[in-house]
């Protein structure tokens, strides 16, 4: 009896769990051979496959036919999760941080709970930010925005076969818990790192607000451990938290000032001094923001 694409798609499963990804991307290769003329009718079962396909590119460092698949899925069911992380970790690799950047922020639209897109999103941050410096944001691509049918839609892949799925997750790290108890537990963790400002331990600090962030994303919070940052010579760190900070407050006069000190240390003094002028558009009179670009202007 000849095989059918559901048998041809567990076998595949089946040998990409004992890491046989060519002979996997085979037999994934042979049921969508078989589903070729059945149309719309097998548009998800044919999506499946070519996600599944993908993970196999991705193992094998096939990155460019990794996107080609993965972006043929989501042509035939638009937003499924588990091509839109391959195609970001594709994008990666391959250093196209910004198309990565806006798939990563697309599988965060349609689930919130996925971690790797948190982690994923964290990465590109750092990378754009050293790539295209503090206005990265204006040379992405748009985000798609994602209809609400779509999203809770798809779960995240796990380790084992690229058709599984974990349990969900209900309280993910990295995304900030709105509650109430939440949100007093995010205040008395930057009160702790505060305390250990005071007492100098910076690094320890760091972690506090840290933890505070991941659950309120809150413009101080940002602004302390940038001043962290600072103290540790990180400025790179600092350059991203006082970032994120002025999304949340666009006229922030600590975010602007810290993130112009951290841009002074890695040299990039033309950003650094427009940050200062927009604070002193703000704060005309700042003494230390007129030392500062004082000391630019001389740099």
């Not at 590119?57 to 036919?65: E, I, P, T, W």
């Not at 990378?127 to 204006?138: C, T």
């Not at 506090?208 to 990180?234: D, G, H, I, V, W």
Request: glycine share 6%; proline share 5%; hydrophobic share 35%.
């Amino acid at each position: 009896m000849a095989a059918s694409p559901g048998s041809l798609r567990r076998a595949g499963n089946e040998e990409f769990r004992r890491g046989q990804y060519g002979a996997a991307a085979e037999l994934y290769t042979r049921a969508l051979a078989l589903l070729e003329a059945s149309g719309e009718a097998a548009a998800e079962e044919r999506s499946v496959l070519l996600a599944n396909r993908a993970a196999c590119r991705l193992k094998d460092g096939a990155c460019r036919l990794c996107v080609a698949d993965c972006s043929d899925a989501l042509e035939l069911v638009p937003f499924g999760v588990k091509p839109l992380l391959r195609r970001a970790a594709a994008y990666e690799a391959l250093e196209s941080y910004r198309l990565a950047y806006v798939d990563y922020k697309t599988v965060l639209q349609v689930d919130c709970t996925v971690q790797a897109a948190h982690d994923g999103v964290n990465r590109m941050t750092k990378a754009l930010l050293e790539k295209d410096g503090v206005n990265w944001r204006q040379k992405l691509p748009p985000i798609p925005t994602v209809p609400v049918s779509a999203q809770m839609r798809w779960s995240v892949p796990s380790a084992g076969a690229p058709g599984a799925n974990p349990p969900p997750v209900t309280a993910p790290k990295g995304e900030p818990d709105r509650t109430a108890a939440g949100t007093e537990r995010a205040r008395a963790l930057k009160e702790e790192g505060n305390e250990l400002v005071k007492k100098g331990n910076h690094k320890k600090a760091v972690e506090k607000y840290s933890e505070s962030l991941q659950l309120n994303q809150e413009c101080a919070t940002y602004t302390n451990r940038a001043l962290c940052y600072l103290t540790l010579k990180q400025y790179k760190d600092a350059v991203q938290d006082c970032t994120e900070a002025l999304r949340l407050d666009p006229k922030n006069v600590k975010a602007l000032y810290r993130r112009a000190q951290a841009l002074k240390e890695l040299k990039d003094y033309k950003s650094s001094i427009a940050d200062i002028k927009s604070l002193l558009k703000t704060e005309p009179k700042n003494t230390a923001a007129l030392r500062l670009l004082q000391e630019l202007n001389r740099a």
